[in-house]
């Protein structure tokens, strides 16, 4: 993306994950102040944002093959069953996320064994004061926290694996950057498949459409990197649920929503063979109601690559979408006036 408005080095470190992933492995490796495995009964994951999607992939990815339950919570308030059995990851990456920041506290204070990951700020200073474990995440080379994708997913996962969680992380880690590392190669080249996909979308609004918790989080990812990175709308919905109500309401206004809307298919190897069929029935109902219809298809081995493989795509495509309006990807003055706004009422 050379002579492209790019002011904090988005796309570059976009471009690292594979790097972030192996660093990030490697660094959480022999994580002090683990819980033993025996005193763990369910796992509960707090974060918000570009910090939060740890949570969606530790769920969709981990969560099916760990014998404890685990919940994902984007809010201010952890469950009520947490415990002293409950084991809680708390990521931001600055530390100072004010809903992660009051959920954790509370969650300490309701006995758990709080594992925080984050950059510095409040949740450090607390985990020091807690006693509990820390897994720091680096600055360098990652500007904003939807680009420490890596730095702040993995380190659960592993956490997870050297409590006896989540067997085989460390492989799976493995074949996802394997994975990574191919798909980033082919995204550095002239004419690849996210230019392709951010012309054909070209100003139209996308639909994204996912399968199963893997297809959910990519489709979230995606819909949140268009957001951000472009500053443009963008919407997705997960199968099978859409087909119980979403798709009713596509055909009534089918000479707005063809000028309006592309569906973008993520399809991946883990589908449901009944949610394979959904998708292709959807697609046959959409096809006079929307500007057109993609599909991208996942590669790798395991679900974890294939996961961060549709992200990728996703999070280039988002690029491109806003290099063609001449969009700076960094700046998100919409997220800062909230907040600004918020710590001003704060102090009255």
Do not use: C
């Given at each position: 993306m050379t002579d492209v408005l790019d002011t904090l080095g988005i796309f570059d470190a976009t471009a690292s994950l594979p790097e972030q992933v192996v660093a990030a492995a490697e660094r959480t490796r022999g994580t002090a102040g683990l819980p033993d495995r025996e005193d763990i009964e369910n796992v509960v994951?707090?974060?918000?944002?570009?910090?939060?999607?740890?949570?969606?992939?530790l769920l969709a990815t981990a969560a099916p093959f760990m014998?404890?339950?685990?919940?994902?919570?984007?809010?201010?308030?952890?469950?009520?069953f947490v415990s002293d059995t409950s084991l809680v990851f708390a990521i931001s990456f600055s530390g100072d996320t004010e809903e992660t920041v009051e959920a954790a506290a509370e969650a300490a204070v309701q006995g758990a064994k709080v594992v925080v990951?984050?950059?510095?700020?409040?949740?450090?200073?607390?985990?020091e004061s807690w006693?509990?474990?820390?897994?720091?995440?680096?600055?360098?080379?990652?500007?904003?926290?939807?680009?420490?994708?890596?730095?702040?997913?993995?380190?659960?996962?592993?956490?997870?694996?050297?409590?006896?969680?989540?067997?085989?992380?460390?492989?799976?880690?493995?074949?996802?950057?394997?994975?990574?590392?191919?798909?980033?190669?082919?995204?550095?080249r002239p004419n690849n498949l996210a230019i392709e996909l951010a012309r054909r979308l070209g100003r139209t609004i996308p639909l994204i459409?996912?399968?199963?918790?893997?297809?959910?989080?990519?489709?979230?990812?995606?819909?949140?990197?268009?957001?951000?990175n472009a500053k443009a709308p963008a919407f997705s919905s997960t199968q099978p649920e859409l087909c119980h109500n979403e798709i009713c309401g596509w055909g009534q206004h089918g000479d707005v929503t063809r000028q309006l809307f592309t569906l973008v298919n993520l399809r991946h190897d883990h589908e449901h063979p009944q949610l394979s069929r959904r998708v292709e029935l959807v697609a046959d109902m959409m096809r006079e109601v929307v500007a057109?219809?993609?599909?991208?298809?996942?590669?790798?081995?395991?679900?974890?690559?294939?996961?961060?493989?549709?992200?990728?795509?996703?999070?280039?495509?988002?690029?491109?979408?806003?290099?063609?309006?001449?969009?700076?990807?960094?700046?998100?003055?919409?997220?800062?006036?909230?907040k600004s706004r918020l710590a001003e009422e704060r102090q009255l």
């Open positions: 994951v707090l974060g918000m944002g570009g910090s939060g999607i740890a949570g969606d992939i014998p404890v339950p685990v919940v994902v919570v984007k809010s201010y308030i952890p469950p009520a990951v984050s950059a510095g700020g409040e949740l450090e200073r607390m985990a006693g509990a474990a820390y897994v720091a995440v680096p600055t360098d080379g990652i500007p904003m926290p939807r680009v420490g994708l890596g730095a702040m997913a993995i380190p659960p996962l592993v956490v997870l694996e050297e409590i006896g969680l989540f067997a085989g992380a460390t492989e799976w880690i493995e074949l996802a950057v394997a994975q990574l590392r191919r798909r980033r190669d082919s995204l550095l459409h996912g399968g199963g918790a893997v297809g959910q989080t990519a489709g979230s990812r995606w819909r949140t990197q268009v957001n951000e057109g219809i993609e599909e991208v298809r996942a590669e790798g081995e395991g679900e974890l690559a294939q996961l961060l493989d549709l992200i990728l795509v996703g999070d280039f495509t988002s690029f491109h979408l806003a290099a063609q309006e001449g969009i700076d990807p960094g700046p998100i003055p919409a997220l800062d006036e909230i």
